[in-house]
């Protein structure tokens, strides 16, 4: 079974700050995806990373993809309030249609 | 986003009743999920269909029961429920089973919040 271990579990900032927050694993995989859930709403994907070292950026949020493609890390600079959510990574392996979830890392910005 | 829609949002029911959640994809997508969300796990895979046929059963007890009857609609119909099955059911769709890199993207719905009593 791949596990996709999300650090850290809890993150409570104020608006401004900058934030790092990890998704790790022992396995390789084909893609990661990145989601943020809003309370009673369903994950919505950020961005998918697929190659090895590859790194994204969707305006204030960078992502990247480890080299050996086991890990990714999700940088936010200068949180707003609006970024407060569940940020949940996805793992999906080559030849398993079945996708990894993390438990995710719930954020709170603070205006 | 209004691609994949889930009705209803919220639901309540007693350990005795039947009822069926509800999931629509506008997307074109050919195949479709179902996932429980529990606090404090990761999301838990129920149900894969592909092209209306099912791929996958996750061990999951037999007071869920899915359907498919088309590549756009997918219910789960429920049963005599346990109070610890309360949880944020979420349907997915993708364009085709995720496990290939150009695909590998799923579309969530809202999801159901059930609570059984």
């Known amino acids: 079974t791949q596990l996709l271990e999300q650090s850290p579990q809890f993150l409570s900032i104020q608006e401004g700050e900058n934030l790092t927050v990890y998704c790790n694993s022992s396995?390789?995989?084909?893609?990661l995806q990145w989601y943020r859930q809003e309370p009673g709403e369903g994950p919505v994907l950020l961005v998918t990373?697929?190659?090895?070292?590859e790194v994204k950026k969707l305006k204030r949020l960078t992502f990247q993809f480890g080299d050996a493609r086991k890990d990714s890390s999700l940088h936010i600079t200068a949180a707003q309030p609006g970024d407060t959510g569940l940020y949940l990574c996805?793992?999906?392996?080559?030849?398993?249609?079945?996708?990894?979830f993390g438990r995710g890392t719930s954020l709170i910005v603070h205006p | 986003e209004t691609g994949v829609t889930q009705t209803p949002r919220h639901l309540v029911m007693g350990m005795t009743n039947k009822k069926s959640l509800k999931c629509e994809q506008h997307?074109?997508?050919?195949?479709m999920y179902w996932y429980k969300q529990s606090a404090k796990k990761p999301l838990e895979l129920m149900f894969v269909?592909?092209?209306?046929?099912?791929?996958e059963n996750n061990s999951v007890p037999s007071r869920f029961s899915p359907e498919c009857p088309n590549s756009s609609h997918l219910f789960l119909h429920l049963h005599t429920l346990q109070p610890e099955d309360s949880a944020l059911y979420l349907c997915?769709?993708?364009?085709?089973?995720?496990?290939?890199?150009?695909?590998?993207?799923?579309?969530f719905g809202p999801g159901t919040r059930l609570t059984v009593l």
């Open positions: 997915a769709s993708s364009p085709t089973l995720v496990g290939r890199p150009s695909t590998d993207t799923q579309y």
């Open positions: 396995s390789v995989f084909s893609s």
């Open positions: 990373v697929v190659t090895g070292g």
């Open positions: 996805a793992g999906a392996k080559g030849g398993s249609y079945i996708p990894t």
């Open positions: 997307l074109g997508h050919n195949a």
């Open positions: 269909y592909s092209l209306e046929e099912r791929v």
